[in-house]
């Protein structure tokens, strides 16, 4: 073989290797780069997507604003933060007056820390009782009291507090009883776990009604020990 089939040979062999080198050193790392790039690209779709849903989410609600204002209000009234003793004042001479009977008297003792109310079962005729009450009402009437309210673990002694009541009022026992209906369904929320009533002296066909129960309350962060 003559010297210039050798340097052909030779010169083929290092361009061969010139170009297995040029693709490892690079070509691969442009291939990682582009990895890289896509994986980047398809995170940042991803995100878009989520960014999109909560734009679309927050487009929902401030369409409802007007509602979940109205029904944060609501709620607030029905259990503020503090006693609020003053507003509901307020709302048992309306809801007095609107029943047709006169307030005499209510008593608000220290507040409680709030303790689940267990559902007490109505005795099997007393819808019964209730419906024969004759018209001339007797010294005592004993009245059944309505289920508690579903209570939640996210409620406990640390943030919410009970207040309880003592309300009395005189008028008849139709009164009455429309009385403690609206107690139990007004703007603030009001638990009745007692009613009592007897003959108003000198007063035919009223009654002197005592209806105790509880109002609630929320309890600050800062002051969450209550009693």
């Given at each position: 073989?003559d010297r210039?089939k ?21 070509i691969?790392?442009q ?5 890289v790039?896509?994986a ?8 878009n997507?989520?960014h999109v849903?909560?734009l679309?989410?927050?487009k929902?609600d ?5 509602a979940?204002t109205s ?17 509901l004042?307020?709302q048992?001479d309306a809801q007095a ?7 005499t ?11 689940p ?7 099997p005729?007393?819808?019964?009782d209730?419906?024969?009450?004759p018209?001339a009402v ?14 939640s673990?996210?409620?406990t ?14 008028g008849?026992y139709a009164?009455?009883?429309?009385f403690?209906?609206?107690l139990?369904?007004?703007?603030r ?6 009613l009592?009533t007897a ?8 009654v ?6 509880l109002?609630?309350s929320?309890?600050?962060p800062?002051a969450?020990?209550?009693g």
């Open positions: 073989m210039n050798l340097w052909l040979i030779g010169s083929v062999l290092v361009t061969s290797v010139i170009v297995v080198l040029g693709a490892v050193l690079g691969a790392p291939l990682e780069s582009m990895n790039a896509n980047s690209r398809t995170l940042v779709q991803a995100t997507a989520e849903a909560l679309a989410r927050l929902h401030f369409k409802n604003l007007d979940l029904e944060a209000d609501a709620l607030a009234e029905s259990v503020p933060t503090g006693s609020a003793m003053p507003a004042v307020d048992l007056l609107a029943a047709g009977l006169t307030l008297g209510m008593t608000v003792t220290e507040a409680v820390a709030y303790v109310v267990v559902p007490v079962a109505a005795a005729d007393a819808a019964a209730a419906a024969a009450v018209a007797p010294d005592a009437v004993p009245a059944a009291m309505p289920a508690a309210p579903a209570s673990t996210s409620i002694a640390t943030n919410f507090a009970a207040f309880p009541m003592q309300i009395t009022v005189t008849s009164e009455v009883l429309d403690v209906s609206r139990q369904s007004g703007s929320l009001f638990l009745v776990d007692g009592s003959r108003a002296p000198g007063l035919p066909g009223l002197n009604a005592t209806v105790s129960g109002v609630y929320l309890v600050a800062a969450a020990s209550v």
